[in-house]
């Protein structure tokens, strides 16, 4: 009986350090690609699950192109393959890093986009010169710290700043306007059709 007790507890100890050690996970709203026009500002919000044992205090986010990382400040030039990594037809402005927050021990943040009140994870504000149909890919990083107690009550810190990401893309795509004269001029092109057919006729 005895021996069952101290397996039943190595387990549950086993499966309580799992959840302490587990890495917190970052979703983008909305997921991954967006959508705008030249000279448009879009944006991500954002959901954090802290699925650890600690308080996490997230401090900043960067727009980084495909193979960028914001730990060696490359994120933040113009796009120029391979050397520069930041965003090729914009500007990322992080909406975090001025609303720092803390996150609870295995709870969920969740933060709506929203670019009057500068919420979520950051805005992508379109260069208006951006060609139509181009396309900025890569990943929205997050930094985050790691403490034992509340880290805006005086927490004790136990980790540098360590980062979590998501792919994110930005598609740049014609003003509606765009569209209505496009429509407007195949239906005028199609009427001037049937209208000489019917006079050949």
Request: with cysteine.
């Amino acid at each position: 009986m005895k021996t069952r007790i101290v397996i039943f507890a190595t387990i549950l100890g086993a499966l309580a350090n799992g959840v302490v050690h587990a890495d917190p996970t970052l979703a983008l709203t909305p997921a991954s690609a967006i959508q705008g026009e030249p000279g448009q500002t879009v944006g991500w919000g954002f959901t954090i699950d802290n699925d650890t044992g600690y308080y996490l205090l997230v401090d900043s986010s960067n727009f980084c192109g495909i193979g960028g990382d914001p730990f060696f400040t490359d994120c933040t030039t113009t796009y120029d393959p391979p050397t520069e990594y930041g965003p090729a037809y914009g500007v990322y402005d992080d909406y975090i890093a001025t609303n720092l927050t803390d996150i609870a021990p295995l709870s969920t943040l969740s933060v709506s986009f929203d670019p009057v009140a500068q919420t979520g994870v950051g805005a992508y504000v379109i260069d208006p010169a951006a060609p139509v149909g181009s396309v900025d890919q890569g990943n929205i990083f997050v930094s985050y710290m790691e403490f034992s107690g509340d880290p805006l009550a005086g927490g004790t810190q136990v980790s540098g700043d360590i980062e979590i990401s998501a792919s994110a893309s930005v598609d740049v795509v014609p003003e509606p306007a765009v569209f209505s004269l496009t429509g407007f001029g195949v239906l005028l092109v199609a009427w001037a059709i049937r209208r000489s057919t019917r006079r050949s006729r």
